[in-house]
Each structure stands twice: as C-alpha cells, then as structure tokens.
C-alpha cells in the first residue's frame, strides 16, 4: 500500500457526501486515493473509506443516532466526529496498554478490544475504521465484541482486505508472553490517531475473512465494497464489513 506523492496529480470530483451530506467537491492530490480523496466540506475532511462507511451504516441502522455505541480509536474528522456528535449515546475508546483498563484518559475511556471492561449486550453498534489489522489476537476481539452488542447489533468496520491473498489472515507479528513482538514478515506501519509512531500491522487479511470472521463469533457477515465517484469513494481497499449478532 505504499504511496505516491507525485505533486503533478490531482484529482477533482463533484458529488455529494455521505458524511456531511453536502453538495462538495473532493480533491486528491495523491495517486493513494484511500487516503488522499478529500472532501472539501466534511470537518477536518474524510476519506473513502469512511464516507464508504457512512453509506454502509446509513443502509443497516438508518436509526444508528438513537443506538448506543462504542467507537475504537475514533479520529478528529468525518465519520468520528459524526457518530460522537449526532449518536445519542456514544463512547469511544483508546488503548494505553500502561493505563487501568476502564478509565478515562485524554477524554476517551481506556480499553483493549482483546478483554473489555464493558457489560454484557451494552451496544447496539461498534465501529472500528482501520484498527482489526493492527490487534494481535482478532478472535479474542470478534469474541468480545459479539459478547458485548445487543441481540440484532452491529459491528461495522474497515480495513484493507488484500484480493490476491486466497487465505482469510496471514500473521505478520506475535505478541510473546514476554512481552516482545516476533516480527514475521517486514514491520509495517499505519497511522495511529494517539501515537506519533504509528501502529504495527499484525495481520494481512484476504478475500476469505468474512469466513473466519464467523468461525471466530457467530456473527452474519457482509462485506461491501465500492466504486462511487459521485460520493468520493475510489482507489483501493474501499471494503466495509458489516457483523450483525443474530437476534
């Protein structure tokens, strides 16, 4: 996924967003679209896979501002500032491994996707935008996740799922009982919205996820995935994946 800053592209598009839902322009100077596609209007602007997001949500739960939900890892723009803004009851949640699970640090509360403090049934909606590829153990999280949506609930998502990887994960890091991190294949990194360093990509996802996503919980998936220029979403891993808990 490596990107190209090439100061002679630009891209402009007229269209409306689903986010801010305003006639807009969106602009990408970079050849990366997935995360150079701006919209103009948005606060902070948004990229395609959060305005992608945002048509997935607005299809499942056109009632998701009257859900309570848990955000991990929110971002200080588009959708983030969306779902905190209009939902009705919304907790988002970061992870201070050195900080007590459950406590409230820098304005969000603290928390491990992997063993979270929340009640049983507490949401109706969790959202994650690009956190699933950087969680050591995924299944603990699916388990915990499940554990935690309401009968009927949805754990909405994004993060790059790669069409040429036949199996459903490939493992690039280990966390050992230690404490270290056994690197498997060349670190990579992504942005981390609390950490200058970034995030650590633990796992390659590939076109069979969906199912090992119901092997893991016994959730219903559906994955989604867009060529919409008319709401800014183009370029690659534009994917949502939708895991709603069985009534």
Known sequence: ????????????????????????????????????????????????????????????????????THESSPISRGI??????QGCAYTGTNFHPRQPM????????????????????????????DVFEHVFEPGKMMKEIFRTLMPGGLYICTFPIRPYQVDSHKVRAKLLPSGEVEHLEEPEYHG???????????????YAIHQMIGRWAPFEVEISRFNKPSAGILGEYTEVIVCRKPD
């Open 102 to 129: 459950g406590a409230m640090v820098g304005g969000f509360r603290n928390e491990n996707l992997e063993e979270q403090t929340f009640a049983d049934k507490q949401f109706g909606l969790v959202v994650t935008l």
């Open 80 to 85: 983030s500032l969306k779902l905190r803004h």
């Open 1 to 68: 996924m490596a990107e190209d800053k090439k100061a002679d592209y630009l891209l402009e598009i007229e269209g409306r967003c689903p986010i801010c839902e305003k006639d807009t322009r969106f602009v990408s100077k970079n050849r990366w679209l997935r995360g150079g596609l701006i919209c103009t209007t948005c606060p902070g602007g948004s990229v395609p896979r959060e305005r992608a997001l945002a048509m997935v949500l607005e299809r499942w739960a056109p009632n998701w501002r009257q859900m309570p």
């Open 192 to 206: 981390n919205p609390i950490d200058k360093k970034g995030s650590l990509v633990t796992f390659d996802y590939g």
